[in-house]
């Protein structure tokens, strides 16, 4: 056997790297160790390097890398395929995948949902006193009075917005990919003591075969019947999905983020008012 050269591809949020004789596959904090043996076929067709395993060497059979970059692609597509005819003609070695995630980064020790509020709470009322203070000399006390009473609501509705929506939209948008699929059924997920939310739950199957039942992290007003519809998933994070264009979900989305990100820029008033106090100080 011939010495194999080591290559590296990076996609988005996955590196494939051919070393010898086995395939890391990095894909944020876990790294697969897959021997040569166990893969099955490697290809690059429409911006995807699709690398499969032969029998039941991981869960979903495959790994898979989008790039635009498709000099690199082919170039690690011929490196990995000239070392598969490389390997033992027997055909016999290792073919269980070593799986290894790396440890939590380092966290504040874990608080109360009391105690977290109290935490943001109680810089924040001094801030505001300090904003309010300074507001009134300026002649904004009102405007400083609004923002830092209406800026808490305002971040919810920024997270929300842009976390539940507007995030998986943009993604779904730029590399999502649709397939055929139905609805399965639709589980309620409570809001408050007397609301919630229908969240649809789909079935598909992504390209490389493998059968996935999905909840909808976004949520509908109204419950829907069971229907085939279009699912668009992230190959790179297949529980990231959405069906059908929803009217609603998207205009709550935008509302949600237009009047967060009004709610951080009226924040700079406060803010460049406490600044300078402080620093005239």
Request: aromatic share 8%; net charge positive.
């Amino acid at each position: 056997m011939g010495r194999i050269p080591e290559v590296v591809l990076r996609g988005r949020g996955v590196v494939f790297r051919l070393e010898a004789y086995v395939m890391r596959v990095v894909r944020g904090r876990t790294t697969w160790t897959v021997p040569l043996t166990a893969i099955d076929r490697v290809a690059y067709t429409q911006g995807r390097v699709l690398l499969e395993l032969s029998g039941d060497a991981v869960q979903d059979g495959a790994f898979t890398l989008i790039t635009r970059n498709a000099t690199a692609a082919d170039a690690f597509v011929q490196q990995v395929r000239t070392a598969l005819t490389r390997l033992p003609a027997t055909g016999q070695g290792p073919t269980h995948v070593v799986r290894e995630d790396a440890g939590r980064r380092w966290r504040l020790p874990s608080l109360s949902a009391g105690a977290k509020i109290a935490l943001g709470i109680v810089p924040y009322l001094a801030f505001s006193a300090i904003a309010v203070e300074e507001g009134a000399k300026a002649g904004l006390g009102d405007l400083v009075g609004f923002t830092m009473a209406y800026g808490p609501a305002g971040w919810l509705m920024l997270y929300f917005g842009w976390t539940e929506v507007v995030r998986d939209a943009l993604i779904l948008r730029r590399r999502g990919i649709t397939v055929p699929g139905r609805i399965r059924d639709y589980e309620w997920r409570r809001i408050g003591e007397d609301s919630g939310e229908w969240h649809p739950v789909y079935e598909f199957r992504t390209l490389e075969g493998q059968r996935l039942v999905v909840t909808q992290t976004a949520g509908h007003a109204h419950k829907g019947g069971r229907s085939l519809v279009d699912v668009t998933y992230d190959p790179l994070s297949p529980t990231r999905v959405r069906g059908l264009r929803d009217k609603g979900l998207t205009i709550r989305g935008t509302v949600l983020t237009f009047f967060g990100v009004l709610s951080v820029l009226l924040m700079l008033i406060p803010l460049w008012l406490v600044i300078s106090a402080l620093l005239t100080a």
